[in-house]
């Protein structure tokens, strides 16, 4: 089975603890200009590892993602290893309140040390000076083909890599075995079939109709999930090569690809078999009540969703987000975020930044994180460090969902939409799906979808400095 109550005594021998956070963002390209070094172009980086610096210096580190104990825990042994360092870790909240007090705290004069940002702020970040490219900083110590290629480029602008990947998710698929056991289904992760939209469809009427569960599936109101439905149909989701050659002037919300999402959608909302979630934590507690046997997620909540699921008294297994058909799946897009050093971080300051961000881009604190929560290692060897330790063998369904996202098509669909709005664009998705649940049809919620997202590209590509 994919997971059991056998998973928490592994974690709590190996001293780690499980935790789940969110992830969400779009993708990033190669540009021209922005980002000023600050003079980190002349820093003398330590020995890596060390913790060195010029002179005892605190450095605090802000955090977007929750998890503040277990994220302070591993700078704890960061401390403890270092000569003059000391990291001090604290939640500062989520993705755009972290974005909107580093920029007020710049103004202040008196920014944070290191902060995890969501890619959604990268084209921003870049473009109006508010961070320090990590490639300016460790760049000479940290090989970008040491990284997974599906995250590998993701954070290259101007052929420069501006933050260290932390935290890197994607969508994925929990099911409840025991649940399509009881329907007839095949319910081993090797044999069940989640792959398509047919697929699901199906199985939600099997579930609903053979089963105590009210829905076949849920997931949250979240436009990411959308952005991932159309890269794995190979549909970009804004024009100019998803935004990476030259600011999106257009949406493509009057796709085929887009039509048949939406169309699946209706029709699943129609039947009942879909559960519509507004929150992540709605749609978790629908899963884990066993309301709904099928939830898409993050993979940041693969930690908590087995626990939770051991602890409710079903096994899970992990599925696939659905495509049109088997033959047509590109891949799912990146989520999560990355390690950024704002501008105005200097001296001192800075060389204990770069040797933290080091010290964190290096297998075994990517694998630590990695089996405390559910989100992806950065670098393949730790996965292997994760494997030699047996983790996957306690834990199938962490290797599942990372080998689904790793063996994408390396597309500009499957690179993510990439533009200086990303959050209003996200917005006016779930605003569309909110007409379409409220009745409207699919060809009138399809096009005000496009409208009002070209409007926002208008606006972003005014902003934008390419």
């Keep these: 089975m994919e997971t059991n109550g056998s998973r928490r005594r592994f974690l709590k021998s ?159 698929c929990s099911y409840n075995r025991t649940a399509f056991e009881e329907a007839g289904l095949a319910a081993h992760p090797d044999d069940v079939e989640l792959a398509t ?41 804004i024009n100019n090569d998803n935004g990476r050659s030259a600011p999106a002037t257009e949406s493509y919300f009057d796709s085929q690809a887009a039509r048949r999402v939406y169309e699946w959608n209706k029709e ?37 969703l087995s626990d939770g699921a051991a602890e409710a008294g079903f096994k899970t297994g992990v599925g696939q987000v659905p495509s049109y058909s088997t033959d047509s799946r590109d ?37 630590q994180w990695h089996m405390s929560t559910g989100y992806y290692p950065a670098r393949p060897d730790a996965v292997e460090i994760a494997e030699e330790q047996g983790f996957y063998e306690e834990s199938p369904q962490f290797r599942r969902a990372y080998e689904q996202f790793t063996g994408r098509a390396e597309t500009t669909a499957t690179a993510g939409a990439f533009t200086y709005d990303h959050g209003e664009l996200r917005s006016e998705i779930v605003n569309g799906l909110d007409r379409m649940y409220g009745g409207s049809s699919v060809d009138e919620v399809l096009s005000s979808t496009k409208s009002n997202i070209d409007e926002v590209l208008e606006r972003a590509s005014s902003a934008d400095p390419r």
């Design 14 to 172: 190996t001293g780690v603890v499980a935790t789940a956070g969110l992830g969400v963002l779009a993708g990033c390209s190669a540009l021209g200009g922005g980002g000023d070094a600050d003079g980190a172009a002349d820093l003398d980086v330590g020995t890596l590892g060390n913790g060195e610096a010029s002179e005892e210096v605190e450095i605090d580190f802000w955090l977007a993602i929750g998890a503040e104990d277990l994220v302070q825990g591993i700078a704890d042994e960061f401390n403890n290893q270092s000569d003059n360092i000391t990291v001090s870790v604290s939640a500062e909240g989520d993705y755009t309140e972290v974005w909107n007090q580093t920029q007020q705290a710049q103004t202040a004069g008196d920014p944070p040390d290191i902060v995890h940002l969501n890619a959604v702020s990268t084209l921003p970040a870049w473009a109006e000076d508010v961070v320090i490219p990590a490639e300016d900083l460790v760049g000479t110590e940290v090989d970008r083909s040491s990284f997974v290629d599906a995250v590998s480029g993701y954070y290259v602008v101007d052929d420069t890599l501006l933050g260290l990947p932390f935290g890197v998710s994607s969508v994925a």
């Design 197 to 237: 939209m047919d697929d699901w469809m199906q199985a939600s009427e099997a579930v609903v109709s053979e089963t105590d569960l009210e829905y076949g599936v849920t997931w949250p109101e979240i436009g990411w999930f959308y952005e991932t439905y159309f890269s794995l149909l190979g549909q970009n989701v």
């Design 268 to 304: 699943m909302y129609d039947q009942e078999y879909y559960q519509l979630t507004q929150e992540w934590s709605d749609a978790r507690q629908s899963f884990l009540n066993q309301q709904a046997a099928v939830q898409l997620d993050s993979s940041a909540a693969l930690a908590a």
């Design 331 to 367: 891949g799912k897009i990146i989520g999560g975020g990355a390690l950024f050093v704002p501008t105005g971080i200097e001296g001192a300051e800075l060389e204990a930044a770069a040797e933290f961000m080091l010290w964190m881009a290096q297998p075994e604190q990517q694998a």
